[in-house]
């Protein structure tokens, strides 16, 4: 069973940056697009990004599209996530998420198994 955990939230300035990380255990991400979900306070969750099993697809949401950048290590079995000019409205709770094996990458959709979260606090 494949299971996911989050790492590398924390606090920063508006204009900084931050690297995620999503390390895998159980199964080999070879199989699982991934995708990034982020939930604001007060807010719904909201997809942001995604990436397919195979590396060569990522898809974004348009609120984070040219700041932020989903790769994947096969060999680490690892996810990250580069957000960079950082901004307080991208203050939340982050999860990483894998769908069924070979799913297509698909930001948002349905995703089966999930990180418990790393909180990200963007503030002056």
């Known amino acids: 069973q494949l299971q996911l955990v989050e790492s590398g939230g924390g606090r920063v300035q508006p204009g900084g940056s931050l690297r995620l990380s999503c390390a895998a255990s159980?199964?080999?991400?070879?199989?699982?697009?991934v995708g990034w979900f982020r939930r604001a306070p007060g807010r719904e969750r909201e997809g942001i990004a995604c990436?397919?099993?195979?590396?060569?697809?990522?898809n974004y949401a348009d609120s984070v599209k040219g700041r932020f950048t989903i790769s994947k290590d096969n060999g680490k079995n690892t996810v990250y996530l580069e957000m960079n000019s950082l901004k307080p409205e991208d203050t939340g709770i982050y999860y990483c998420a894998a769908p069924q094996k070979f799913r297509l990458c698909q930001v948002g959709g349905v995703y089966e198994s999930w990180g418990q979260g790393t909180q990200v606090s963007v503030s002056s």
């Open positions: 159980g199964d080999t991400l070879d199989y699982y697009s």
């Open positions: 990436i397919h099993r195979s590396g060569s697809t990522t």
